[in-house]
């Protein structure tokens, strides 16, 4: 049983950063991709950015590209979603996501494995 865990959201005010880390056990970052996806009330599931299992193929929604750096740590089965230059849309509930294949990485259906979402808001 794979089981995800989530810690780092809270409340920001616009221009700062923010830090989310998403630790797992089992084998989920084995031999997949993991995500990053954010969900305001009301609204679908977003993407937000994913990673390979080696960390070297990198991938970013538009609307965060140059604010957002995805990584992982393999060894200690830790994720990270660094969020700089926060902007009060970037405010939802984000959610890490592991055990997504190359292609369809931006699906939030293909992944498996959620955790439980940690609230991140920005204040204008």
């Known amino acids: 049983q794979v089981q995800l865990g989530e810690s780092g959201g809270g409340l920001v005010q616009a221009g700062g950063s923010l830090r989310l880390s998403c630790a797992a056990s089992?084998?989920?970052?084995?031999?997949?991709?993991m995500g990053w996806f954010r969900q305001a009330p009301g609204k679908e599931r977003e993407f937000v950015a994913a990673?390979?299992?080696?960390?070297?193929?990198?991938y970013y929604a538009d609307s965060v590209k140059g604010r957002f750096t995805i990584s992982r740590d393999n060894s200690k089965n830790t994720g990270f979603l660094q969020m700089n230059s926060l902007k009060p849309e970037d405010t939802a509930a984000y959610y890490c996501?592991?055990?997504?294949?190359?292609?369809?990485?931006?699906?939030?259906?293909?992944?498996?494995?959620w955790g439980q979402g940690t609230q991140v808001t920005v204040s204008s």
């Open positions: 089992g084998r989920t970052f084995s031999s997949s991709y």
């Open positions: 990673s390979s299992w080696s960390g070297g193929r990198l």
């Open positions: 996501a592991a055990g997504a294949g190359p292609a369809t990485f931006m699906n939030p259906r293909a992944y498996g494995y």
